[in-house]
C-alpha cells in the first residue's frame, strides 16, 4: 500500500472562496504530481514537481497553483473557485530516479464548487 | 497530437475466461507503457510497466504485450475473477521525465 495521503476527500464549496487541497508522502519521493480527472474520462496531468522549489504546469491549463517547500508536501490551491473547477484531483509521487518509474496515487479529492 | 485509445466501450466476461483489453497509440514511440487499475472513487494502482525492448511481461495472472510496429499494447487477465472488475488505464510518457499521458480506460465487468 502507497504512503500518500490527501485532505480532504470530498469538499462543497461555494464560489469564489479559496481553497487548498493538500498531498502528502512518506515515501521521500522527488517527483509529485497533480491530475485532475472527471467523470468517466482521461487523468490529465496540470501541475508536476522534481524536487522542493521546482513546480511545472502540465498539459492541462489549470487556474490552480502549486508549491513544494518539503520534499513530502505538495499542496494546491485555488485562489477564487468556480463552478468549473469541480472535478475530482488526484495527487501522485515517484521514485524519480530511473526516468521510467511507476506512479503512486493518493484517493482523491472530490471537489464540488456551487 | 499524442492520442491513446483504449475500448470505450466496457467488456462483459464470465469468470474464468481471459479478459484482453488493447491500448493504441499515435504520434509517439515511446520508451515504455504502463498499465493501471482504478477502481470507483478511487486513485489508479500501477500494475504493470514493459520497455519498448519488450513484447511480454508478466505478473501472476497478468500479462502486457508491446508492438512498437502496430503501436499497440494487450492486456491479459486469464482466470478472471469478480474481484477483477474495475478500469484498466493505460499510460504513456509522451514528454520524458515521467510525465504520463493517460488514456480513458476500459471498464471491465466479470459476471459469476
Known amino acids: 500500500e502507497a504512503d500518500i495521503y490527501q485532505t480532504p476527500r470530498y469538499l462543497v464549496i461555494g464560489t469564489g472562496k479559496k481553497i487548498t487541497l493538500e498531498c502528502s508522502q512518506t515515501?521521500?519521493?522527488?517527483?509529485m504530481y497533480w491530475y485532475q480527472q472527471d467523470p468517466g474520462m482521461e487523468l490529465h496531468l496540470i501541475h508536476y514537481?522534481?524536487?522542493?522549489?521546482?513546480?511545472e504546469k502540465g498539459d492541462l491549463s489549470s487556474e490552480s497553483t502549486v508549491s513544494r517547500i518539503r520534499t513530502e508536501h505538495f499542496p494546491l490551491t485555488l485562489e477564487s473557485a468556480r463552478p468549473s473547477h469541480t472535478s475530482q484531483y488526484l495527487c501522485?509521487?515517484?521514485?524519480?530516479?530511473?526516468?521510467?518509474?511507476?506512479?503512486?496515487f493518493g484517493p482523491g479529492t472530490r471537489l464540488l464548487v456551487l | 497530437s499524442q492520442k491513446i485509445e483504449q475500448n470505450s466501450e466496457a467488456l462483459n466476461i464470465q469468470e474464468g475466461k481471459t479478459a484482453t483489453l488493447t491500448c493504441n497509440y499515435t504520434?509517439?514511440?515511446?520508451?515504455?507503457l504502463q498499465w493501471y487499475r482504478q477502481d470507483p472513487g478511487r486513485g489508479p494502482v500501477f500494475l504493470l510497466l514493459?520497455?519498448?525492448?519488450?513484447k511480454e511481461k508478466r505478473k501472476e495472472r497478468l500479462k502486457v504485450t508491446f508492438d512498437t510496429t502496430l503501436k499497440q499494447s494487450l492486456f491479459h487477465i486469464t482466470a478472471s475473477q469478480p474481484a477483477d472488475s474495475a478500469t484498466y488505464l493505460c499510460?504513456?510518457?509522451?514528454?520524458?521525465?515521467?510525465?504520463?499521458?493517460f488514456g480513458t480506460g476500459t471498464q471491465l465487468k466479470v459476471e459469476l
Open positions: 501522485a509521487s515517484s521514485e524519480g530516479t530511473s526516468g521510467w518509474e511507476s506512479q503512486y
Open positions: 515515501m521521500g519521493h522527488d517527483k
Open positions: 514537481s522534481y524536487g522542493v522549489n521546482s513546480t
Open positions: 504520434n509517439y514511440s515511446p520508451a515504455y
Open positions: 514493459i520497455r519498448e525492448n519488450e
Open positions: 499510460a504513456l510518457d509522451v514528454g520524458g521525465g515521467n510525465k504520463l499521458t
